[in-house]
């Protein structure tokens, strides 16, 4: 109990550190395949403190609503953070069917994101929340199967029984965990607005969409959306890691594979990042619609298990 | 028609040039299938006088006429409404003179713009509106950009310049100089000088050296190369191919180093002046500039394949931003956007010199879509490289010619007409002078005056998100435009 007391501060911490230094490989990352030295892997770190110290400028057409949309944001993502299994499978808060109040949580969190940017009357943050939200409509029940099948395989609610899949089905477990963490991948790239979803450095509004939904946030504001942003995507590559992670490797190894697979992803996320350019807007439906397949492949095969068709 | 045939940057008099009535003029304009150079109107005495330029781009020649027009005329029948290559030629006209053309089709503002002009609109429940710029996310020039779309595809985008107007025309007729001239687009000062010093230098009948003309030719050549490549780059870029955005930005430093290293100005500001030009291309800059060359075509080459196999990239540039051969055509696109609808339209080989004369551009097989304004680019680039290699071995014969050579005086009472093809496409400098040999009008038209609507026509029916990508391939001027 105390082992995990421990286990769970330091998930706390990593879901609160982990997100710049992912951002700072990616870009690391992103800069060795363009031939370039790069900022410090800690840049988005400082960018971060030094938007603390930055004046907020809020549109005199904004209500109540934009000004709270950030901490909201913030606040729903960390608490989703709370329900997510990360290191050795601990959940800061353990209870029965996590996953659901996760989503819900998180989908909460994206409502206010929402909601904030088309309260700014601007044309471009509307035209943004509009892609955001057609994406999740899409992304949001393809990952509930995916969660869903895989935990009812493993007969306890637990959000952390996903580490068990290799254990308890042997091959067939590893085949539903391949098939998931590729379907995760898809998320993690469209959830997080990473290529070829999303292009996070493009300065065009007109192409953007996580980005332009923060467009009118400034200073204190803009830290919290961004900072919200890599948390989720810390998130994101914990659940990734559990999938893969067998839940018998003893804590000092399974904490260090843990990072290691974080730290593999933000290479790979940086590697794509390079090497292919970003899908048109309407393709990017049908690179979503993979991950709904798939889902739909875990759910057929976890249901050939559990009734044994 | 009545009309006086000239060659690319000679001088005639304006006396010489057969002053037609006006409604004639016009009528004749309407049915000419030649493509119009110029429309503009030019102060005298109590009457306007207009000129006619069009492009006889088979003979080579620029037939040019003029009219008179009694400066209380308060309309005419415009003549967009039958040739519509003439809708941007008459607004500008109407702009400075206030002489209404009946009948045009979308009369509104070229460069002075107007709070309460009314931006063309769509309704329904679907249809909403989204305006872009002036003030844009990148460094860049001020436009505006309002598009009226139903969900992500435009249904049609209405461009308004003018926000940089700067009274450039005025200017050059005040204080000539080079420095001016090159500052009017930064990113064509090479071709923008060399027009403008055609122009003084034909109107004054003065010679240049040989060498300075290879010279010129050469740094020409070198800045559609560096921006060239530099567009190929940001086309990439701007689809999120990091690669390919950071490699070409690399190589396009590399030319325009080597342009540092002849003139001093990397966009070689400086280098050329009325009279011949102002840095020497010696036998070891000569060899540099080779190597240079080899090098760039090399990584150029690597790269384009590389980017036009990947997959993701294809999938974005090919049938993005289609625009027929036919409505580009009728809109008169010109340059390198012409071509890359399928045009074939070289203002180097259809005004030919002793210089182009022997060379050869290879074909090219326009698709009239995004990833045919970047293969062009690519196309262009290679027969650069291949030109500025046979200018520079031309180079070899003309060490000893003088670089400088006293320009002479204007000639009173001329008219002086200069195409040169900068990376962009034709620009077209005309100069007149009066009785006392100064400067009375100054003309420019910079190729994104015909092309601008070309964009418009581009993005309909494509969705919003691929406008930059269109945007980019075009890369027109807003400072050439608002002058």
Request: proline share 3%; with cysteine; aromatic share 10%.
């Amino acid at each position: 109990m105390e082992n995990n007391l421990l286990i769970s501060i330091v998930n706390f911490i990593i879901l609160l550190i982990a997100p710049f230094f992912v951002i700072g490989i990616i870009k690391k990352t992103k800069a060795f395949w363009g031939g370039r030295y790069g900022v410090s892997i800690m840049q988005p770190l400082w960018d971060f403190l030094r938007l603390f110290k930055k004046r907020r400028v809020i549109s005199t057409t904004t209500s109540w609503i934009f000004s709270i949309a950030p901490i909201v944001v913030l606040t729903t993502t960390l608490c989703a953070g709370l329900f997510a299994p990360m290191i050795k499978g601990v959940s800061i808060v353990d209870v029965e069917a996590a996953f659901i109040i996760f989503s819900y949580v998180l989908g909460f969190g994206k409502f206010f994101a929402l909601v904030g940017a088309m309260d700014t009357g601007s044309s471009f943050e509307g035209m943004g929340a509009s892609r955001e939200a057609c994406f999740t409509t899409i992304i949001e029940p393809a990952f509930f199967i995916i969660l869903a099948s895989t935990i009812a395989l493993s007969g306890n609610y637990n959000f952390s029984s996903i580490t068990n899949l290799v254990q308890n089905w042997g091959s067939f477990g590893v085949l539903i965990t391949i098939i998931a963490v590729i379907a995760l991948l898809v998320m993690l790239l469209s959830e997080c607005s990473r290529v070829p979803v999303d292009d996070p450095t493009t300065h065009l509004e007109l192409t953007m969409i996580h980005e332009v939904m923060i467009l009118d946030n400034s200073g204190v504001d803009l830290a919290l959306c961004t900072w919200a942003n890599g948390i989720k995507m810390v998130i994101l590559m914990g659940l990734i890691a559990n999938f893969i992670i067998p839940n018998d490797l003893s804590l000092a190894l399974s904490g260090a594979l843990f990072l290691l697979i974080i730290f593999v992803l933000a290479l790979i996320i940086g590697t794509l990042e390079s090497g292919i350019a970003r899908f048109r807007m309407s393709h990017v439906f049908e690179f979503i619609f993979v991950m709904c397949s798939f889902a739909l492949v875990v759910a057929s095969l976890a249901a050939v298990k559990m009734f044994g068709v | 028609m009545n009309y006086i045939a000239i060659k690319n940057n000679q001088r005639i008099n304006i006396s010489d040039i057969p002053t037609v009535e006006f409604n004639s003029l016009k009528e004749q304009l309407a049915i000419s299938n030649l493509r119009p150079l110029a429309f503009f109107g030019s102060d005298w005495g109590d009457k306007i006088k207009l000129y006619t330029a069009l492009a006889d781009d088979e003979k080579g020649e620029i037939l040019v006429s003029s009219a008179l027009i009694d400066k209380n005329l308060k309309e005419y029948d415009s003549i967009t409404k039958e040739n519509h290559q003439y809708h941007m030629f008459e607004r500008e006209f109407y702009e400075q003179f206030g002489i209404l053309p009946k009948g045009h089709p979308w009369l509104k503002p070229v460069r002075k713009n107007l709070d309460s002009y009314e931006f063309f609109k769509m309704e329904g429940e679907q249809t909403h509106q989204v305006a872009v710029g002036p003030i844009h996310a990148g460094v860049i020039e001020p436009g505006h950009f309002r598009f009226m779309c139903s969900g992500e595809k435009v249904y049609n985008l209405e461009i308004m310049l003018g926000y940089q107007h700067r009274g450039v025309e005025d200017l050059m007729v005040k204080k000539p100089s080079n420095q001016l001239a090159e500052s009017i687009c930064g990113d064509s000062t090479i071709a923008y000088n060399m027009a403008y010093s055609q122009v003084m230098e034909s109107l004054g009948e003065s010679v240049i050296s040989t060498k300075a003309k290879l010279i010129r030719r050469i740094a020409l050549e070198m800045e559609r190369i560096a921006i060239h490549i530099g567009d190929m780059g940001a086309i990439l870029g701007d689809i999120a191919y990091l690669m390919g955005k950071e490699v070409y930005a690399v190589t396009r430093t590399l030319v325009i180093n080597t342009m540092l290293e002849i003139s001093g100005s990397r966009f070689g500001k400086g280098l050329i002046t009325v009279g011949g030009v102002n840095f020497d291309i010696d036998e070891k800059m000569s060899d540099k500039i080779i190597s240079m060359l080899s090098q760039v075509k090399d990584t150029v080459n690597k790269m384009t394949k590389a980017a036009l196999k990947s997959s993701t990239v294809m999938s974005r540039l090919e049938k993005t931003g289609v625009v027929s051969k036919d409505t580009a055509l009728e809109l008169n696109l010109v340059g390198m956007i012409g071509r890359s609808c399928g045009i074939e339209l070289d203002s180097r080989f259809d005004f030919c010199d002793e210089f182009y004369k022997d060379l050869e551009k290879k074909p090219f097989k326009a698709t009239n879509d995004a990833y045919s304004r970047f293969s062009i680019r690519y196309r262009e680039v290679k027969d650069s490289i291949r030109f500025v290699k046979k200018l520079l071995k031309k180079m070899e014969e003309r060490r000893a010619d003088a670089l400088y050579l006293e320009p002479k005086k204007f000639i009173p009472d001329s008219f002086a007409l200069s195409i040169v093809e900068g990376w962009r496409g034709e620009v077209v400098h005309i100069a007149t002078t009066d009785g006392e040999g100064k400067l009375s009008r100054y003309k420019i038209k910079d190729p994104s005056f015909n092309n601008w609507f070309g964009l418009a026509m581009a993005v309909r029916n494509n969705g919003v998100s691929d406008f930059p990508l269109c945007n980019k391939g075009f890369d027109l001027s807003y400072c050439g435009f608002d002058l």
